[in-house]
């Protein structure tokens, strides 16, 4: 049944006369959605880009925040003789969503001032890419009157009625298409362009901003698209702007208050920082009105802060942050390229003396082995290193790597170190030279799939400290710390490598220990998971003095701060389990072995600390009871939710009480039984893999009624949302 306020306020677009022509300023759109549009929902929990407004004719339409700092998720723009209005998801314009008041309205509102103030003569939603095409067309449908009809591509843009408005996703399209979508609007077309510029960024292969279709249209006239994610408010929604100033939230605005202040009030400071962050993100090489400013506004600003630990970089100093932030641009725009040092070398990774020696080696690489190869070398920051590959090999689809932290923590409040200071270069040459602004171990990245062998040579850096457990000795451990003074150093097993500064292992009398228990560890992890125990390639630990998420987390590698350094490298910590470091070492560890054909919605978290809980048992000596899972506030969590009847989101709101459940299942029956279901899940085909959220939950259920021989589909039962059918025994007794 048609919603009768669907009709009646998006019926205005077509009912709606005309008395002369609206103003063309998007201010009168922001006038209108002012007085008659509501905050605006988006469908599914999707999460809209953002859009940067650059254009004296574009303002912002809606807000949301990205870490707290307003950022607009709508913007329209006058654009010569057409207009435009840009929106950062389509979920904004699906059915159930375009149904509430507000959605409506602005929908309204939007093609009205793109039409001009007439009657749109036609609505053309560009189509078959995408759910949005389809789901504007079903609602736009429900309207009397209001003619839609499907354009299929850009080359008949040129043959559309005066007047008529397109609604497309640009980034479907290739750069030439997106220069016919910008002829259309120049020469007074209208265009609702939906654009995800986080997805684009995805799906296009992380390629720079600078190449989104959506940007080469669009960007001429003052709106680009970025790769920030933006949260809705409290409430859950997103705000519609009004007509006030706002300062900071365009290019114009941001640059002249920075221009007239060194230091900002922080919610001014972050708001115009990153609105210019995101501006030097997306702007094309050849700009001549943004990028002289901004260039002028930070030439000598990297010379007068550097961001460290003690003296972290904050919002408020908008120059030295936009600094920064332009010199990694253009670094990461051609990291081949000999580059000077940077002062902010000297917070992380560190710089060797100069004293000591450099050298070129012969590195021998196994290309069965995926991943990183260390070198043993630290390169300097600012000192050219070459590396050689031998003929045939540039074909190999080898890298090379300076730095071992994968962390960018561009977006954080504070800098305590630069934002970044990791980089890979493709091999594609035999020869290639380079020097790092900011240095760091030297590695050869190798892709999965590789064969044979070959041997790179590296040079000049300074020779690193590395233990080799099997290989190096007490003796050449002692020479090494003598020897090889390089800021940073590895402790490498078979199974894992762990990268930390040097000043942390000076101490260090014998590494043996330590990685004899991360050895036990990384066997614990694989046996429970059901992989083999000799991996193709060792995990990676790597402390840093700032991490771009949490307090550690896990991925290749496994980040930990420098604050941990204490007890990660005391062998006696970890096989006591007592300090909650431990369980936090055991829970990254534990992320990377997960399997999410049995990780179903609301349980990242908990089925994780299986491998937590098994390597405090195995490890440690401590039952879960010993653990955080003994406590009292966990037993009352449970007989809470019980006496509530069980409901699922409560279950799953909770992590530890979530992991109560699975607890009472290994104090009945052990490990064993989880070791054999989660071996069965690593040979399922694909035909046999849960199909959905439901089905990894059924699944559980029968897996492990069959392993263990009893019925336990009652008590899995607890974990179903209203409305799913129960979990029953297969009635042919089959592996679901």
């Not at 591509?153 to 220069?179: Q, R, W």
């Not at 908008?318 to 641009?329: G, K, S």
């Given at each position: 049944?048609?919603?009768?306020?669907?009709?009646?306020?998006?019926?205005?677009?077509?009912t709606?006369?005309?008395?002369?022509?609206?103003?063309?300023?998007?201010?009168?759109?922001?006038?209108?959605?002012s007085?008659?549009?509501?905050?605006?929902a988006?469908?599914?929990?999707?999460?809209?880009?953002?859009?940067?407004?650059?254009?004296?004719?574009?303002?912002?339409?809606?807000?949301?925040?990205?870490?707290?700092?307003?950022?607009?998720?709508?913007?329209?723009?006058?654009?010569?003789?057409?207009?435009?209005?840009?929106?950062?998801?389509?979920?904004?314009?699906?059915?159930?969503?375009?149904?509430?008041?507000?959605?409506?309205a602005?929908?309204?509102?939007?093609?009205?001032?793109?039409?001009?103030?007439?009657?749109?003569?036609?609505?053309?939603?560009?189509?078959g890419?995408?759910?949005?095409?389809?789901?504007?067309?079903?609602?736009?449908?429900?309207?009397?009157?209001?003619?839609?009809?499907?354009?299929h591509?850009?080359?008949?843009?040129?043959?559309?009625?005066?007047?008529?408005?397109?609604?497309?996703?640009?980034?479907?399209?290739?750069?030439?298409?997106?220069?016919?979508?910008?002829?259309?609007?120049?020469?007074?077309?209208g265009?609702?362009?939906v654009?995800?510029?986080?997805?684009?960024?995805?799906?296009?292969?992380?390629?720079?901003?600078?190449?989104?279709?959506?940007?080469?249209?669009?960007?001429?006239?003052?709106?680009?698209?970025?790769?920030?994610?933006?949260?809705?408010?409290?409430?859950?929604?997103?705000?519609?702007?009004?007509?006030?100033?706002?300062?900071?939230?365009?290019?114009?605005?941001?640059?002249?208050?920075?221009?007239?202040?060194?230091?900002?009030?922080?919610?001014?400071?972050?708001?115009?920082?990153?609105?210019?962050?995101?501006?030097?993100?997306?702007?094309?090489?050849?700009?001549?009105?943004?990028?002289?400013?901004?260039?002028?506004?930070?030439?000598?600003a990297?010379?007068?802060?550097?961001?460290?630990?003690?003296?972290?970089?904050?919002?408020?100093?908008?120059?030295?942050?936009?600094?920064?932030?332009?010199?990694?641009?253009?670094?990461?725009?051609?990291?081949?390229?000999?580059?000077?040092?940077?002062?902010?070398?000297?917070?992380?990774?560190?710089?060797?003396?100069?004293?000591?020696?450099?050298?070129t080696?012969?590195?021998?690489?196994?290309?069965a082995?995926?991943?990183?190869?260390?070198?043993?070398?630290?390169?300097?920051?600012?000192?050219?290193?070459?590396v050689?590959?031998?003929?045939?090999?540039?074909?190999?689809?080898?890298?090379?790597?300076?730095?071992?932290?994968?962390?960018?923590?561009?977006?954080?409040?504070?800098?305590?170190?630069?934002p970044?200071?990791?980089?890979?270069?493709?091999?594609?040459?035999?020869?290639?030279?380079?020097?790092?602004?900011?240095?760091?171990?030297?590695?050869?990245?190798?892709?999965?799939?590789?064969?044979?062998?070959?041997?790179?040579?590296?040079?000049?850096?300074?020779?690193?400290?590395?233990?080799?457990?099997?290989v190096?000795?007490?003796?050449?451990?002692?020479?090494?710390?003598?020897?090889r003074?390089?800021?940073?150093?590895?402790?490498?097993?078979?199974?894992?490598?762990?990268?930390?500064?040097?000043?942390?292992?000076?101490?260090?009398?014998?590494?043996?220990?330590?990685?004899?228990?991360?050895?036990?560890?990384?066997?614990?992890?694989?046996k429970?998971?059901?992989?083999?125990?000799?991996?193709?390639?060792?995990?990676?630990?790597?402390?840093?003095?700032?991490?771009?998420?949490?307090?550690?987390?896990?991925?290749?590698?496994?980040?930990?701060?420098?604050?941990?350094?204490?007890?990660?490298?005391?062998?006696?910590?970890?096989?006591?389990?007592?300090?909650?470091?431990?369980?936090?070492?055991?829970?990254?560890?534990?992320?990377?072995?997960?399997?999410?054909?049995?990780?179903?919605?609301?349980?990242?978290?908990?089925?994780?600390?299986?491998?937590t809980?098994?390597c405090?048992?195995?490890?440690?000596?401590?039952?879960?009871?010993?653990?955080k899972?003994g406590?009292?506030?966990?037993?009352?969590?449970?007989?809470?939710w019980?006496?509530?009847?069980?409901?699922?989101?409560?279950?799953?709101?909770?992590?530890?009480?979530?992991?109560?459940?699975?607890?009472?299942?290994?104090?009945?029956?052990?490990?064993?039984?989880?070791?054999?279901?989660?071996?069965?899940?690593?040979?399922?085909?694909?035909?046999?893999?849960?199909?959905?959220?439901?089905?990894?939950?059924?699944?559980?259920?029968?897996?492990?009624?069959?392993?263990?021989?009893?019925?336990?589909?009652?008590?899995?039962?607890?974990?179903?949302?209203?409305?799913?059918?129960?979990?029953?025994?297969?009635?042919?007794?089959?592996?679901?």
């Open positions: 049944m048609k919603s009768p306020f669907m009709k009646r306020t998006i019926l205005a677009v077509c709606v006369l005309a008395v002369s022509c609206v103003a063309r300023s998007v201010d009168a759109l922001r006038g209108n959605l007085r008659k549009a509501r905050p605006i988006i469908g599914g929990g999707a999460v809209p880009g953002c859009v940067v407004i650059a254009g004296e004719d574009a303002a912002p339409l809606a807000f949301g925040r990205v870490n707290g700092v307003k950022a607009p998720v709508a913007a329209g723009a006058a654009y010569d003789k057409g207009r435009v209005v840009a929106v950062t998801h389509h979920g904004f314009m699906e059915g159930d969503v375009m149904r509430k008041r507000g959605n409506a602005f929908l309204r509102e939007c093609l009205m001032w793109l039409a001009g103030g007439f009657p749109p003569a036609e609505i053309y939603v560009e189509g890419r995408g759910r949005m095409a389809a789901a504007a067309v079903e609602v736009l449908k429900e309207v009397k009157g209001l003619r839609v009809k499907q354009l591509g850009y080359d008949a843009l040129s043959s559309l009625p005066a007047g008529a408005v397109v609604i497309t996703m640009p980034d479907s399209h290739s750069k030439e298409d997106a220069a016919r979508l910008a002829e259309f609007i120049r020469g007074g077309g265009v609702l362009a654009v995800v510029g986080w997805g684009w960024h995805q799906v296009s292969g992380e390629r720079p901003f600078t190449e989104s279709p959506f940007n080469v249209a669009l960007g001429p006239a003052g709106i680009y698209s970025c790769g920030a994610c933006v949260e809705a408010g409290n409430d859950g929604v997103y705000e519609v702007a009004g007509t006030d100033d706002l300062p900071g939230l365009s290019a114009e605005s941001a640059l002249e208050l920075a221009e007239g202040s060194r230091v900002m009030p922080p919610a001014l400071g972050a708001r115009c920082l990153f609105m210019l962050e995101t501006l030097a993100e997306v702007l094309p090489s050849t700009d001549t009105k943004w990028r002289p400013r901004m260039e002028a506004l930070t030439k000598s990297l010379k007068d802060i550097v961001p460290s630990p003690s003296r972290p970089l904050g919002r408020t100093r908008v120059r030295e942050r936009l600094a920064y932030t332009l010199f990694q641009n253009a670094w990461l725009a051609k990291p081949e390229r000999e580059w000077p040092a940077s002062a902010a070398a000297a917070s992380y990774p560190g710089v060797p003396d100069k004293d000591l020696r450099r050298e080696r012969d590195v021998d690489i196994d290309l082995v995926p991943r990183w190869h260390g070198t043993g070398l630290f390169a300097a920051a600012g000192e050219p290193i070459t050689t590959l031998a003929d045939g090999a540039e074909k190999l689809g080898l890298r090379v790597r300076v730095g071992s932290t994968h962390c960018r923590v561009t977006n954080h409040n504070d800098w305590r170190r630069a970044v200071v990791d980089v890979e270069i493709p091999l594609k040459k035999t020869t290639t030279k380079f020097s790092s602004p900011f240095g760091g171990l030297v590695y050869i990245v190798v892709p999965h799939g590789a064969e044979g062998k070959t041997t790179v040579k590296v040079g000049p850096a300074c020779p690193a400290a590395r233990f080799v457990d099997g190096d000795t007490l003796e050449t451990w002692v020479a090494q710390l003598r020897e003074r390089a800021p940073m150093v590895e402790l490498e097993s078979e199974c894992l490598v762990i990268t930390v500064p040097y000043a942390s292992v000076q101490n260090l009398a014998d590494p043996r220990p330590l990685l004899q228990v991360w050895r036990e560890i990384m066997a614990n992890d694989a429970l998971t059901g992989i083999p125990v000799k991996r193709a390639s060792p995990e990676r630990i790597c402390a840093d003095v700032q991490l771009c998420a949490g307090y550690m987390h896990a991925g290749y590698p496994i980040m930990m701060p420098t604050s941990c350094l204490r007890n990660l490298l005391s062998e006696p910590t970890i096989r006591a389990g007592a300090v909650d470091d431990v369980w936090g070492f055991f829970h990254e560890m534990g992320h990377n072995h997960q399997n999410y054909d049995w990780t179903f919605n609301g349980t990242t978290e908990v089925t994780v600390n299986f491998f809980l098994a405090m048992e195995r490890i440690c000596g401590r039952k879960p009871r010993q653990t899972m406590s009292a506030d966990v037993q009352q969590a449970y007989a809470r019980e006496k509530a009847g069980h409901p699922y989101d409560m279950w799953k709101g909770d992590p530890f009480l979530a992991l109560e459940f699975f607890v009472r299942l290994r104090e009945r029956y052990g490990w064993e039984p989880f070791k054999k279901m989660f071996a069965e899940y690593r040979k399922l085909t694909p035909a046999e893999r849960p199909k959905n959220d439901y089905e990894k939950r059924q699944q559980w259920a029968r897996r492990f009624s069959r392993i263990v021989g009893e019925d336990l589909c009652e008590q899995f039962n607890r974990l179903r949302n209203p409305g799913e059918p129960p979990f029953t025994p297969p009635q042919d007794g089959g592996q679901k």
